[in-house]
């Protein structure tokens, strides 16, 4: 049982390049979602979903697309990269709504030159 | 939306005392709390939960405490150990599909 596996663990970016972050669970959970960590400012919701097909924004959304196609996998794309997107970037599954224990990836370091 | 603050943002304590940390949030629907832990260069994980229908949980060392009057609930460590050394977030979600959380406390227990 792997949980939640999140590909690359780091990544180099220049501005304006494109890249998306991969997220998969294997929990059969329901509720996905994908946090930025800054120092100092905690984890704040980029965007998440309760099902497949459907999405919604949360705090910080701008600059970032999501899907969800299946389950198992909720992809985050940056669509034209900024410095200030540079940030360890975390993947997060529960079996329903947030009022459940979230279950986090290993993170996403990623860097915007 | 919530609005969740976490007090205080470092907290030094010597082995075997207890650490509290304090967070308060804004959205009276808010009906869930946990806590994560995070140890450097990890994932966050899950320590502790509360729901609004509880005043207080214990799990061993670790305690959280409930006010939903005055809108906050508290982390309590007791007899500290060196592997408690982390950083904190509390959260709080309301009856939507968010979990908004604090901005975290770096804990270091010094031997």
């Known amino acids: 049982n792997a949980g939640v596996t999140q590909t690359p663990k780091f990544q180099v970016l220049k501005t304006g390049q494109s890249m998306t972050l991969q997220c998969a669970q294997d929990m059969n959970h329901e509720y996905m979602s994908w946090y930025r960590q800054d120092p100092g400012m905690g984890l704040r919701l980029i965007h998440y979903?309760?099902?497949?097909?459907?999405?919604d924004q949360g705090e910080v959304p701008n600059g970032y697309n999501v899907s969800r196609s299946t389950t198992e996998d909720f992809p985050l794309r940056l669509l034209s990269a900024a410095p200030s997107q540079t940030s360890v970037y975390f993947c997060a599954s529960s079996l329903g709504p947030p009022n459940q224990p979230q279950h986090f990836g290993d993170g996403t370091r990623l860097s915007i030159l | 939306g919530e609005n969740v603050e976490q007090h205080p943002s470092t907290l030094s304590v010597q082995e075997g005392d207890s650490a509290v940390i304090k967070c308060t949030y804004s959205?009276?629907?808010?009906?869930?709390f946990p806590w994560y832990k995070q140890e450097l260069g990890k994932r966050p994980q899950l320590i502790i939960d509360?729901?609004?229908?509880?005043g207080e949980k214990k799990d061993q060392r670790i305690a959280v405490t409930l006010n939903k009057t005055a809108k906050h609930f508290s982390l309590h460590i007791t007899e500290t150990q060196p592997e408690d050394s982390a950083v904190y977030f509390c959260?709080?979600?309301?009856?939507?599909?968010?979990?908004?959380f604090g901005a975290g406390t770096t804990v270091t227990v010094r031997a």
């Open positions: 959260a709080a979600s309301p009856n939507d599909y968010k979990l908004s």
């Open positions: 959205d009276s629907a808010s009906n869930y």
């Open positions: 979903s309760v099902g497949a097909g459907i999405t």
């Open positions: 509360i729901r609004s229908n509880v």
